[in-house]
């Protein structure tokens, strides 16, 4: 019984720990589902479903993808792509949140950026940073 507890135990932590994890982690929730959602589209370069996590209104989406095909996609293309991430932090204050998350490159760079969230109707959308 004893053994049985242990193990319970040991998948209940890679469980947990694997919620925390880099970009194949598919236990996510609230802010951090909403920035998994971010970054796996950056990553696939689609970048209409990149914007489609912003609050903004539909014209203002079509603006910012335009801009993101042009700057964000060679700004990736200089650096080889994002070969994958991991949550650092979050913190959530009502409606608002924020997720530090660790990028690496496939260049052999990293940076930490930090998503910026608010929850409108149920769902977890990022703001621009003014």
């Given at each position: 019984m004893k053994r049985v507890l242990t193990l319970l135990a040991l998948a209940a932590v890679v469980l947990v720990s694997s919620c925390k994890g880099g970009g194949n982690s598919t236990k996510l929730s609230g802010p951090e589902a909403a920035a998994k959602a971010a970054l796996e589209a950056v990553k696939k370069g689609d970048m209409k479903a990149f914007v489609n996590t912003f609050n903004l209104s539909d014209d203002d989406k079509a603006t910012l993808t335009a801009l993101m095909e042009d700057?964000?996609?060679?700004?990736?293309?200089?650096k080889g792509g994002i070969k994958s991430y991991e949550f650092v932090d979050t913190n959530i204050d009502g409606d608002k949140a924020a997720v530090k998350v660790k990028i690496y490159y496939n260049n052999d760079t990293e940076e930490e950026s930090t998503f910026k969230f608010t929850n409108v109707d149920g769902k977890w959308m990022q703001e621009m940073d003014k």
């Open positions: 700057k964000l996609t060679k700004e990736l293309d200089k």
